[in-house]
């Protein structure tokens, strides 16, 4: 049971600025956020951006101080995550304390590599906080921004977070949290400075022992993404697909079984997994069925692709129609197109008819798509960036839009996930080619792809910036094959001319941003959470935290400040 804790070690200081300035104003403005929560029903994450406007319109209505809105995001943001916190066992979560809330002066604590090690001497707040948090099963670390944060987070050891800092560091904090959907509540300290500062601890209390009946969790990615890849060991794949001694059927699943990053097949059955009732199975053999499928659509369209970019090495082996020729590789395609759309008619009875019509759709998209590569190919001219993007949108976008509405419509949700999900995967499409064009530049040997023919996000951009002679080059290269470019570190140097990557950097993260922000309307938080997620995944945009200086083992004795 909580203890209440009365005792204050250290006398009171007038909170900073930013901050209500008494205990009654506080409460106050708490409640007008609780109330403004319940009424708009938001649902995590929510970008900084969107709370920023949600926090102006507070302000705007209840009369509240501009200077105090930083405050009001953290309450809110808190009120968006509450439920979701109470749902999480204590056992699954976190409880972040700063090291300044200790009494400098007379601490007596040691450090290490991840932060301060209380000696629980009584003097200040944290040993309390500490003890009361351990004895209901928090994992507690007493340290500002540490990168053993995200990742305990990463290997699933940890749900959610519950934090105490001050508000510099919880704005610099909040795009970790945000990226990587991690469900917190925040509680600011009363004033900045890194040491001996203050805290509403009955606010910390409350938060710690937050709890509540719902136990959906947090899907584990990393935990899923191996069991996806594991569904295509040749050992599943025989048993699935039974392909027997038949020579086609026993290729085709060699080829399935091939490496891969398997994101689409992960993406169906994330988003299953997302929308399911509890009581469904999490693998059942309707959800394999769909997800090998998927897989089967995507391993089909790199034959072909492949044999119409005369590519001959895939996966560090030599591509299909490379090893068995281009009528053996056609028809295996063709095999694996029939065999993805059996295996969704064999899924499921009650939507195997809607779960083909998404399918089909896309199929039919994505061949638009490479058509208009292909015949662009017959007659090559240079491209505008936005025909760069409609190609990419058309090629890549309905890939992502299959799986995700493959497993929505297998969890019987689609119906009211349809419109968001097509806005999703639209912009995650888009993003992740130009991030695929922008990788391809900085590979060994560089641009490999620029001169093969092939539209290029970073040819478009370079073309309309260029000098006019410069033009004239890279008109050539989009005309030509790259073994007539003769001169190709030339074409290199007008790219870091025109800063062609940089702004194609721009502009995936404008897509990137469009995706995180068609997550708007999503009402599901473990949906929502999830496809936030995704987008961290595949951009890696979680990068190492470090803020308020943060200790290290090589500091002063008594450790660094803050």
Same mark, same amino acid.
């Given at each position: 049971m909580r203890r209440d804790i009365i005792a204050s070690i250290r006398p009171v200081r007038e909170p900073q600025a930013d901050i209500p300035s008494t205990k009654q104003q506080r409460n106050r403005v708490l409640g007008i956020v609780r109330e403004y929560a319940v009424k708009t029903s938001l649902v995590g994450p929510v970008s900084l951006d969107e709370l920023h406007r949600h926090c102006g319109r507070i302000i705007k209505t209840y009369g509240l101080k501009d200077v105090h809105l930083k405050f009001l995001v953290v309450l809110l943001n808190n009120e968006i995550w509450r439920q979701t916190v109470a749902g999480i066992p204590y056992n699954r979560r976190l409880l972040l304390l700063p090291k300044c809330l200790r009494d400098k002066d007379n601490c007596p604590a040691d450090f290490d590599e991840v932060g301060l090690v209380c000696r629980r001497c009584g003097r200040c707040i944290l040993s309390e906080l500490q003890a009361q948090a351990e004895q209901l099963g928090y994992a507690v670390l007493i340290a500002e921004g540490s990168p053993v944060v995200m990742s305990l987070i990463e290997t699933g050891r940890i749900e959610a977070i519950v934090g105490v800092s001050c508000l510099d560091v919880l704005e610099k904090t909040f795009p970790y949290m945000e990226a990587g959907a991690v469900p917190g509540i925040a509680i600011p300290l009363l004033y900045d400075g890194c040491e001996n500062t203050s805290v509403d601890v009955d606010w910390v209390l409350d938060a710690i022992y937050e709890t509540g009946d719902d136990r959906s969790g947090r899907i584990d990615l990393n935990s899923l993404r191996k069991k996806v890849r594991d569904l295509f060991t040749t050992e599943r794949l025989i048993s699935l697909?039974?392909?027997?001694?038949?020579?086609?059927?026993? !290729?085709?699943?060699?080829? #399935?079984?091939?490496?891969?990053?398997?994101?689409?097949?992960?993406?169906?059955?994330?988003?299953?997994?997302?929308?399911?009732?509890? !009581?469904?199975?999490?693998?059942?053999?309707?959800?394999?069925?769909?997800?090998?499928? &998927?897989?089967?659509?995507?391993?089909?369209? #790199? $034959?072909?692709?492949? /044999?119409?970019?005369?590519?001959?090495?895939?996966?560090?082996?030599?591509?299909?129609?490379? *090893?068995?020729? &281009?009528?053996?590789? /056609?028809? @295996?395609?063709?095999?694996?197109?029939?065999?993805?759309?059996?295996?969704?008619?064999?899924?499921?009875?009650?939507?195997?008819?809607?779960?083909?019509?998404?399918?089909?759709?896309?199929?039919?998209?994505?061949?638009?798509?490479?058509?208009?590569?292909?015949?662009?190919?017959? *007659?090559?001219?240079?491209?505008?960036?936005? *025909? $760069? @993007?409609?190609?990419?949108? %058309?090629?890549?976008?309905?890939?992502?839009? &299959?799986?995700?509405?493959?497993?929505? @419509?297998?969890?019987?949700?689609?119906?009211?996930?349809?419109?968001?999900? !097509?806005?999703?995967?639209?912009?995650?499409?888009?993003?992740?080619?130009?991030? %695929? %064009?922008?990788?391809?530049?900085?590979?060994?040997?560089?641009?490999?792809?620029?001169?093969?023919?092939?539209?290029?996000?970073?040819?478009?951009?370079?073309? *309309?910036?260029?000098?006019?002679?410069?033009?004239? #080059?890279?008109?050539?290269?989009?005309?030509?094959?790259?073994?007539?470019?003769?001169?190709?570190?030339?074409?290199?140097? /007008?790219?870091?001319?025109?800063?062609?990557?940089?702004?194609?950097?721009?502009?995936?993260?404008?897509?990137? #941003?469009?995706?995180?922000?068609?997550?708007?309307?999503?009402?599901?938080?473990?949906?929502?959470?999830?496809?936030?997620?995704?987008?961290?995944?595949?951009?890696?945009? @979680?990068?190492?935290?470090?803020?308020?200086?943060?200790?290290?083992?090589? %500091?002063?004795?008594?450790?660094?400040?803050?």
């Open positions: 697909l039974q392909p027997g001694g038949d020579p086609t059927a026993k !290729t085709a699943v060699e080829w #399935l079984g091939r490496s891969g990053k398997r994101w689409r097949p992960f993406l169906a059955v994330a988003a299953y997994q997302a929308l399911a009732k509890a !009581t469904e199975p999490a693998f059942s053999q309707e959800l394999i069925k769909v997800a090998v499928a &998927v897989e089967c659509f995507h391993k089909a369209s #790199l $034959v072909h692709d492949d /044999i119409e970019d005369a590519d001959i090495m895939r996966y560090g082996q030599k591509t299909l129609h490379a *090893e068995y020729g &281009v009528p053996v590789a /056609i028809n @295996i395609g063709d095999y694996l197109v029939g065999q993805g759309y059996h295996l969704l008619a064999e899924a499921s009875t009650d939507c195997g008819a809607k779960m083909l019509q998404v399918a089909s759709a896309g199929h039919k998209q994505l061949c638009l798509g490479q058509g208009k590569e292909l015949f662009w190919m017959r *007659e090559p001219r240079p491209l505008r960036v936005a *025909e $760069v @993007i409609d190609i990419f949108e %058309d090629k890549t976008s309905p890939a992502f839009e &299959v799986a995700l509405r493959l497993g929505a @419509i297998l969890a019987g949700r689609d119906e009211q996930l349809a419109q968001t999900l !097509t806005e999703y995967s639209r912009s995650l499409g888009i993003a992740y080619q130009i991030m %695929d %064009d922008v990788n391809d530049l900085d590979a060994k040997p560089a641009g490999g792809d620029l001169c093969q023919n092939r539209p290029s996000v970073l040819l478009a951009i370079a073309f *309309e910036r260029a000098a006019p002679d410069d033009k004239k #080059l890279l008109e050539f290269v989009w005309r030509q094959s790259a073994g007539e470019v003769k001169d190709f570190n030339k074409v290199l140097n /007008i790219l870091a001319q025109t800063r062609a990557k940089s702004i194609a950097l721009g502009l995936m993260e404008s897509y990137r #941003l469009r995706a995180v922000s068609s997550l708007g309307a999503v009402q599901n938080a473990t949906l929502k959470g999830l496809l936030r997620r995704i987008i961290s995944k595949i951009f890696s945009d @979680i990068d190492v935290m470090g803020c308020c200086n943060e200790y290290k083992a090589t %500091d002063a004795e008594g450790g660094g400040s803050g």
